[in-house]
C-alpha cells in the first residue's frame, strides 16, 4: 500500500489529506497472522489455504470494504405488511449488502466451513485456527455481517451435536448449502425484557399441542432477525422456574408446509453501530418450534453456542483492532505537520504503540484460544474464552478511540472508516454478556469452580519451557508474573471478590499474551519482534509503576522504532533490549 502522497512539487489543497487503507492487502500486511498461521496449521493446509486468504485479504481492504461502507449508508428497512394488507414482513436489505452475504455464504462458505468438507477444495472440515483466521480477515472489511455468519455456524453445531436424527436430517443440508437460494441462515434469540444476564427470568412460554411444540412470548434483542431459522430458549409448561426450566427449540421461518410461521417481527432496532445488519424484536404467536436435546439441559445446549460466539466476539476485536492500526499507520505516515511526517513524532509513536500492542495480543490469544478447541483442551478453552472476550472487545473501543486521533479531524467525519469502527466496537461490549458477566464467568466459574486456571498455567508454563531461547532474566520474569497472576485469580475466587473479578481477570489475560508473544517470537521463521511486544506487556501492564514518578527505560525507544519499522528481526538481535 501507498501510504506516502504521490511525488509533487508542491503540495495543495487535498494533497494534504493524509490517505486511508482503501485497496490496502490485510493479508500482505499483516506479518504477525502470517507467522502464527505458520505455527499452528499444518504445513499442508496452510500452503493449500493460503491463496485463499491471499484472496480475502484483498478483498477485505478493496471490494468488500466499498460494499460496507454503502450497507453502513443504507440500513435494513422493515416491511410489515404487503400491498394487500397481509402480515407478510420482510426485511430488504441494500445491493451491497446482498453481495457481502455471497462472497461470505456462497464464495467463502464460513458458515460450513469447519463443519463439511467441500469448502476451498478442502477434503476435510477446517481446523477452528483456520476458521478464525478468515473471519480475522473479513472483518476487517466488515463486521456487522459477520454475527450471521458466526451465529449460522453455531446454530449448526448445536443441532449437529443436540439435534434428533430427524431434526437433522431436516435443517442441516439447507443449513450447510453454498447455494443461497436454498440456504437457511440461523440465528439465537436469548434476550426478553425480562431477562438479558439473569436469563432465568425468561417469560417464553412453550407448550405441546398434538404433538408439537408451540412457543408464545416475545424476543428482545434479535439480531439477525429474519434468519431461516432461529434457536432460543423457552420454558415448558409445568417445568421449574429459573434457568433449570429453561429448554431449547428451534424455530423456522417458514413451516414445513411453507406457510409463515406464527411470529412477527414487530420493529428493527435503531442502532448505534452494526448498521448493516438487521437486530429487531419478535412477538411468538403460538409459533411451531422443535425441542433441541433434552428439555432439562436448555440452558447448558445454549451455552455452547454462546461460548463460541463469545470467541468469535473476540476474534472479531482484533481484526478490527489491526484495522485501526492499520488506518493510524496510514494516517500518521501519509501526513506531513510542523515539516515532519506525524509518524515521527516521539508521542505519536507512543500513541501508535499503545494501539499496536492490545491488537497483537489480542491476535495471540484469539489463536491460542482457537488452537485450544482444535486440540480437545476443553479446560484451556474454558478459560481462554472468557479472557478473551473480555479484555479484547474492551481493549479495541480504546485502540479505536486513538485511531480516531491519529487521523484528527478527519477522523469524526462519516466519509472515513473510523466512526464506523467506533460505533461498531461497542457492541463487544454487550453481545454474548457484558464485561462483568464475562469477568465473573472467569473467575467464579472458570477458576473457582473448574479449576480451568491451572491447565492454563500448565500450557503456559510449558510454553515457557519451549522459549528457553529468551534471556533468562526476562523468561524467569514472565514465569514469576504467570504464578503471582494466578495466585491473585485464586485468592479473588476463594475469598468472592466480586469486585475485583475484572482485575484478575485481566491479571491473566495480560500474562497469558505476554508469555505467547515472547513464545511465538521464539519460533522458528517468525518475526522475533513480537517478544519486544511482550516486553511491553510486561513492563506497561504487569508490573508495578508509579504513577507520580514515570520515566522512559532506555529500551522503549529503540524497541519502538524496531516494532514501527518495516523489517523482520531475529531473536539475537534484540537481546540487549529483553535483558
Same mark, same amino acid.
Given at each position: 500500500?501507498?501510504?506516502?502522497? /504521490?511525488?509533487?512539487?508542491?503540495?495543495?489543497?487535498?494533497?494534504?489529506?493524509?490517505?486511508?487503507?482503501?485497496? #490496502? *492487502?490485510?493479508?500482505?500486511?499483516?506479518?504477525?497472522?502470517? *507467522?502464527?498461521?505458520?505455527?499452528?496449521?499444518?504445513?499442508?493446509?496452510?500452503?493449500?489455504?493460503? /491463496?485463499?486468504?491471499?484472496?480475502?485479504?484483498?478483498?477485505?481492504?478493496?471490494?468488500?470494504?466499498?460494499?460496507?461502507?454503502?450497507?453502513?449508508?443504507?440500513?435494513?428497512?422493515?416491511?410489515?405488511?404487503?400491498?394487500?394488507?397481509?402480515?407478510?414482513? @420482510?426485511?430488504?436489505?441494500?445491493? %451491497?449488502?446482498?453481495?457481502?452475504?455471497?462472497?461470505?455464504?456462497?464464495?467463502?462458505?464460513?458458515?460450513?466451513?469447519?463443519?463439511?468438507?467441500?469448502?476451498?477444495?478442502?477434503?476435510?472440515?477446517?481446523?477452528? $485456527?483456520?476458521?478464525?483466521?478468515?473471519?480475522?480477515?473479513?472483518?476487517?472489511?466488515?463486521?456487522?455481517?459477520?454475527?450471521?455468519?458466526? $451465529?449460522?455456524?453455531?446454530?449448526?453445531?448445536?443441532?449437529?451435536?443436540?439435534?434428533?436424527?430427524?431434526?437433522?436430517?431436516?435443517?442441516?443440508?439447507? #443449513?450447510?448449502?453454498?447455494?443461497?437460494?436454498?440456504? @437457511?441462515?440461523?440465528?439465537?434469540?436469548?434476550?426478553?425484557?425480562?431477562?438479558?444476564?439473569?436469563?432465568?427470568?425468561?417469560?417464553?412460554?412453550?407448550?405441546?399441542?398434538?404433538?408439537?411444540?408451540?412457543?408464545?412470548?416475545?424476543?428482545?434483542?434479535?439480531?439477525?432477525?429474519?434468519? *431461516?431459522?432461529?434457536? #432460543?430458549?423457552?420454558?415448558?409448561?409445568?417445568?421449574?422456574?429459573?434457568?433449570?426450566?429453561?429448554?431449547?427449540? %428451534?424455530?423456522?421461518?417458514?413451516?414445513?408446509?411453507?406457510?409463515?410461521?406464527?411470529?412477527?417481527?414487530?420493529?428493527?432496532?435503531?442502532?448505534?453501530?452494526?448498521?448493516?445488519?438487521?437486530?429487531?424484536?419478535?412477538?411468538?404467536?403460538?409459533?411451531?418450534?422443535?425441542?433441541?436435546?433434552?428439555?432439562?439441559?436448555?440452558?447448558?445446549?445454549?451455552?455452547?453456542?454462546?461460548?463460541?460466539?463469545?470467541?468469535?466476539?473476540?476474534?472479531?476485536?482484533?481484526? #478490527?483492532?489491526?484495522?485501526?492500526?492499520?488506518?493510524?499507520?496510514?494516517?500518521?505516515?501519509?501526513?506531513?505537520?510542523?515539516?515532519?511526517?506525524?509518524?515521527?513524532?516521539?508521542?505519536?509513536?507512543?500513541?501508535?504503540?499503545?494501539?499496536?500492542?492490545?491488537?497483537?495480543?489480542?491476535?495471540?490469544?484469539?489463536?491460542?484460544?482457537?488452537?485450544?478447541?482444535?486440540?480437545?483442551?476443553?479446560?484451556?478453552?474454558?478459560?481462554?474464552?472468557?479472557?478473551?472476550?473480555?479484555?479484547?472487545?474492551?481493549?479495541?473501543?480504546?485502540?479505536?478511540?486513538?485511531?480516531?486521533?491519529?487521523?484528527?479531524?478527519?477522523?469524526?467525519?462519516?466519509? @472515513?472508516?473510523?466512526?464506523?469502527?467506533?460505533?461498531?466496537?461497542?457492541?463487544?461490549?454487550?453481545?454474548?454478556?457484558?464485561?462483568?458477566?464475562?469477568?465473573?464467568?472467569?473467575?467464579?466459574?472458570? $477458576?473457582?469452580?473448574?479449576?480451568?486456571?491451572?491447565?492454563?498455567?500448565?500450557?503456559?508454563?510449558?510454553?515457557?519451557?519451549?522459549?528457553?531461547?529468551?534471556?533468562?532474566?526476562?523468561?524467569?520474569?514472565?514465569?514469576?508474573?504467570?504464578?503471582?497472576?494466578?495466585?491473585?485469580?485464586?485468592?479473588?475466587?476463594?475469598?468472592?471478590?466480586?469486585?475485583?473479578?475484572?482485575?484478575?481477570?485481566?491479571?491473566?489475560?495480560?500474562?497469558?499474551?505476554?508469555?505467547?508473544?515472547?513464545?511465538?517470537?521464539?519460533?522458528?521463521?517468525?518475526?522475533?519482534?513480537?517478544?519486544?511486544?511482550?516486553?511491553? $506487556?510486561?513492563?506497561?501492564?504487569?508490573?508495578?509503576?508509579?504513577?507520580?514518578?514515570?520515566?522512559?527505560? *532506555? @529500551?522503549?525507544?529503540? %524497541?519502538?522504532?524496531?516494532?514501527?519499522?518495516?523489517?523482520?528481526?531475529?531473536?539475537?538481535?534484540?537481546?540487549?533490549?529483553?535483558?
Amino acid at each position: 500500500m501507498q501510504l506516502d502522497h /504521490p511525488a509533487t512539487h508542491t503540495r495543495t489543497g487535498s494533497d494534504w489529506i493524509a490517505p486511508d487503507c482503501a485497496g #490496502m *492487502d490485510f493479508h500482505a500486511a499483516d506479518r504477525g497472522l502470517r *507467522d502464527l498461521l505458520g505455527i499452528y496449521l499444518p504445513r499442508e493446509v496452510l500452503d493449500h489455504l493460503t /491463496p485463499h486468504y491471499r484472496r480475502l485479504g484483498r478483498l477485505a481492504g478493496g471490494r468488500l470494504d466499498d460494499l460496507a461502507r454503502i450497507a453502513d449508508r443504507h440500513p435494513p428497512v422493515l416491511h410489515p405488511r404487503d400491498r394487500f394488507g397481509r402480515d407478510q414482513d @420482510w426485511i430488504e436489505y441494500h445491493p %451491497a449488502y446482498r453481495e457481502m452475504e455471497q462472497i461470505a455464504f456462497g464464495d467463502f462458505q464460513f458458515h460450513a466451513m469447519s463443519h463439511r468438507g467441500g469448502v476451498m477444495g478442502m477434503d476435510r472440515p477446517l481446523p477452528p $485456527v483456520a476458521k478464525y483466521a478468515f473471519q480475522y480477515l473479513f472483518v476487517q472489511g466488515e463486521f456487522g455481517l459477520m454475527c450471521p455468519i458466526s $451465529v449460522t455456524d453455531t446454530s449448526i453445531h448445536l443441532i449437529r451435536t443436540f439435534g434428533s436424527n430427524s431434526l437433522q436430517d431436516y435443517l442441516l443440508p439447507k #443449513m450447510l448449502s453454498a447455494d443461497l437460494s436454498t440456504l @437457511w441462515k440461523g440465528t439465537q434469540f436469548i434476550t426478553e425484557k425480562a431477562g438479558g444476564s439473569d436469563i432465568g427470568a425468561l417469560e417464553t412460554v412453550a407448550r405441546q399441542q398434538d404433538g408439537i411444540w408451540r412457543l408464545s412470548g416475545e424476543k428482545w434483542f434479535c439480531s439477525h432477525t429474519d434468519a *431461516d431459522v432461529a434457536l #432460543m430458549l423457552a420454558r415448558p409448561e409445568g417445568a421449574p422456574s429459573g434457568t433449570r426450566g429453561l429448554a431449547l427449540f %428451534a424455530l423456522p421461518r417458514r413451516t414445513r408446509d411453507g406457510a409463515r410461521n406464527a411470529y412477527r417481527i414487530v420493529r428493527l432496532k435503531d442502532k448505534l453501530g452494526t448498521k448493516s445488519m438487521a437486530s429487531g424484536e419478535i412477538r411468538l404467536e403460538g409459533a411451531e418450534a422443535y425441542l433441541v436435546g433434552r428439555q432439562d439441559q436448555g440452558l447448558k445446549q445454549m451455552m455452547e453456542q454462546v461460548n463460541l460466539s463469545r470467541l468469535s466476539h473476540g476474534v472479531r476485536a482484533a481484526a #478490527m483492532m489491526r484495522r485501526c492500526v492499520n488506518e493510524a499507520l496510514a494516517a500518521s505516515r501519509g501526513r506531513t505537520a510542523f515539516g515532519r511526517t506525524v509518524a515521527d513524532f516521539p508521542l505519536m509513536r507512543r500513541q501508535l504503540m499503545k494501539m499496536l500492542v492490545p491488537a497483537e495480543q489480542a491476535l495471540s490469544m484469539a489463536l491460542c484460544t482457537a488452537d485450544a478447541m482444535g486440540r480437545g483442551a476443553r479446560e484451556e478453552l474454558r478459560i481462554l474464552t472468557g479472557l478473551l472476550k473480555l479484555r479484547a472487545c474492551r481493549d479495541n473501543v480504546t485502540v479505536a478511540t486513538a485511531a480516531m486521533e491519529a487521523r484528527g479531524g478527519n477522523g469524526y467525519i462519516e466519509d @472515513w472508516v473510523n466512526p464506523r469502527l467506533i460505533r461498531d466496537a461497542q457492541v463487544g461490549l454487550l453481545w454474548e454478556g457484558t464485561s462483568n458477566i464475562n469477568a465473573l464467568d472467569v473467575i467464579s466459574r472458570a $477458576v473457582g469452580k473448574s479449576g480451568a486456571h491451572r491447565a492454563l498455567q500448565s500450557m503456559l508454563a510449558g510454553r515457557l519451557d519451549e522459549a528457553a531461547a529468551l534471556p533468562p532474566a526476562f523468561r524467569n520474569a514472565l514465569g514469576q508474573a504467570l504464578d503471582r497472576a494466578v495466585a491473585l485469580a485464586e485468592r479473588v475466587a476463594g475469598q468472592g471478590q466480586e469486585t475485583l473479578a475484572r482485575l484478575a481477570a485481566t491479571a491473566l489475560y495480560d500474562v497469558s499474551s505476554a508469555i505467547l508473544l515472547a513464545w511465538e517470537g521464539t519460533r522458528p521463521g517468525t518475526d522475533a519482534r513480537r517478544t519486544l511486544l511482550a516486553r511491553f $506487556v510486561l513492563t506497561h501492564r504487569l508490573s508495578p509503576a508509579d504513577p507520580l514518578a514515570p520515566a522512559e527505560a *532506555d @529500551w522503549e525507544g529503540p %524497541a519502538t522504532d524496531a516494532l514501527l519499522g518495516e523489517h523482520p528481526l531475529a531473536l539475537e538481535q534484540l537481546a540487549a533490549l529483553l535483558a
